[in-house]
Protein backbone atom coordinates (compact mmCIF):
# COMPACT_ATOMS: atom_id res chain seq x y z
CA UNK A 1 0.00 0.00 0.00
CA UNK A 2 1.17 3.62 -0.95
CA UNK A 3 0.37 6.80 0.50
CA UNK A 4 -0.13 10.33 -1.14
CA UNK A 5 0.45 13.61 -0.31
CA UNK A 6 -0.28 16.46 -2.81
CA UNK A 7 0.89 20.13 -2.18
CA UNK A 8 2.11 23.04 -4.53
CA UNK A 9 -1.74 24.67 -4.95
CA UNK A 10 -3.13 27.64 -4.54
CA UNK A 11 -4.05 30.91 -6.74
CA UNK A 12 -2.73 32.09 -9.91
CA UNK A 13 -2.96 34.48 -12.72
CA UNK A 14 -4.27 32.69 -16.39
CA UNK A 15 -0.46 32.47 -18.01
CA UNK A 16 0.98 31.93 -15.03
CA UNK A 17 2.95 28.55 -13.59
CA UNK A 18 2.51 26.01 -10.53
CA UNK A 19 3.97 23.17 -9.88
CA UNK A 20 2.52 20.26 -7.65
CA UNK A 21 4.39 18.01 -5.66
CA UNK A 22 3.40 14.34 -4.82
CA UNK A 23 4.78 12.86 -1.79
CA UNK A 24 4.90 8.91 -1.53
CA UNK A 25 5.28 7.02 1.62
CA UNK A 26 5.66 3.13 1.18
CA UNK A 27 8.51 0.66 0.60
CA UNK A 28 7.69 0.57 -3.41
CA UNK A 29 7.43 3.94 -5.14
CA UNK A 30 9.63 3.10 -7.46
CA UNK A 31 7.41 -0.07 -8.91
CA UNK A 32 4.32 2.50 -9.48
CA UNK A 33 3.04 3.96 -12.36
CA UNK A 34 2.40 7.79 -10.82
CA UNK A 35 -0.25 9.71 -12.22
CA UNK A 36 -2.16 13.36 -12.09
CA UNK A 37 -6.09 13.63 -12.53
CA UNK A 38 -7.50 16.41 -12.03
CA UNK A 39 -11.70 17.58 -11.27
CA UNK A 40 -13.99 19.97 -10.97
CA UNK A 41 -17.56 19.76 -8.83
CA UNK A 42 -20.45 18.07 -10.64
CA UNK A 43 -18.01 16.59 -13.37
CA UNK A 44 -16.10 13.14 -14.06
CA UNK A 45 -12.16 13.10 -12.91
CA UNK A 46 -9.95 14.33 -15.63
CA UNK A 47 -7.19 12.74 -16.25
CA UNK A 48 -4.20 14.94 -16.96
CA UNK A 49 -0.98 12.82 -16.72
CA UNK A 50 0.98 9.86 -16.26
CA UNK A 51 4.62 8.21 -15.68
CA UNK A 52 6.08 4.91 -15.69
CA UNK A 53 7.79 3.52 -12.92
CA UNK A 54 10.66 4.03 -14.99
CA UNK A 55 9.82 7.40 -16.09
CA UNK A 56 10.50 6.00 -19.73
CA UNK A 57 7.13 6.21 -20.73
CA UNK A 58 4.86 9.42 -20.38
CA UNK A 59 1.33 10.49 -21.43
CA UNK A 60 -0.96 13.62 -21.28
CA UNK A 61 -4.30 14.33 -21.43
CA UNK A 62 -5.23 16.50 -24.81
CA UNK A 63 -6.24 19.48 -22.89
CA UNK A 64 -2.90 19.48 -20.99
CA UNK A 65 -0.51 18.35 -23.88
CA UNK A 66 2.76 20.96 -24.30
CA UNK A 67 1.43 23.04 -21.51
CA UNK A 68 2.10 20.37 -18.82
CA UNK A 69 5.40 18.34 -17.74
CA UNK A 70 5.21 15.27 -15.07
CA UNK A 71 8.34 13.64 -13.31
CA UNK A 72 9.22 11.48 -11.00
CA UNK A 73 12.10 11.20 -8.36
CA UNK A 74 12.54 7.74 -7.20
CA UNK A 75 14.76 8.45 -4.26
CA UNK A 76 13.18 10.76 -3.33
CA UNK A 77 9.37 9.11 -3.54
CA UNK A 78 8.04 12.46 -5.41
CA UNK A 79 6.37 12.95 -8.66
CA UNK A 80 5.95 16.20 -9.46
CA UNK A 81 3.15 18.36 -12.09
CA UNK A 82 4.60 21.52 -13.52
CA UNK A 83 2.01 23.48 -15.08
CA UNK A 84 2.50 26.13 -17.43
CA UNK A 85 0.67 28.45 -19.55
CA UNK A 86 -2.43 28.03 -17.30
CA UNK A 87 -6.05 28.99 -17.95
CA UNK A 88 -9.25 29.01 -15.90
CA UNK A 89 -10.21 26.23 -17.08
CA UNK A 90 -7.21 24.50 -15.76
CA UNK A 91 -8.86 25.22 -12.13
CA UNK A 92 -9.85 22.19 -10.57
CA UNK A 93 -8.62 20.03 -7.68
CA UNK A 94 -5.94 18.25 -8.53
CA UNK A 95 -4.85 14.42 -7.44
CA UNK A 96 -2.00 12.57 -7.10
CA UNK A 97 -2.25 8.68 -7.74
CA UNK A 98 -0.46 5.48 -8.03
CA UNK A 99 -1.56 1.87 -9.76
CA UNK A 100 0.44 -1.08 -9.82
CA UNK A 101 0.58 -1.30 -13.38
CA UNK A 102 -0.37 1.18 -16.88
CA UNK A 103 -3.43 -0.03 -18.02
CA UNK A 104 -5.09 -1.35 -14.49
CA UNK A 105 -6.89 1.08 -12.80
CA UNK A 106 -6.27 -0.43 -9.31
CA UNK A 107 -5.46 3.62 -8.18
CA UNK A 108 -4.97 4.76 -4.80
CA UNK A 109 -5.12 8.68 -4.62
CA UNK A 110 -3.97 11.57 -2.06
CA UNK A 111 -6.49 13.66 -0.80
CA UNK A 112 -6.18 16.24 -3.74
CA UNK A 113 -4.76 20.35 -3.62
CA UNK A 114 -7.14 22.89 -5.16
CA UNK A 115 -5.45 24.77 -8.25
CA UNK A 116 -7.39 28.01 -9.34
CA UNK A 117 -6.68 30.45 -12.30
CA UNK A 118 -7.90 33.60 -12.20
CA UNK A 119 -8.75 35.49 -15.40
Known amino acids: QVHLEESGGGLVQAGGSLRLSCAAS????????MGWSRQVPGKEREFVAR????????SYGDSVKGRFTISRDNAKATVDLEMNSLKPEDTAVYYC????????????WGQGTQVTVTS
Open 51 to 58: ISASGGII
Open 26 to 33: GRTFSSYV
Open 97 to 108: SARTTWSRSDDY
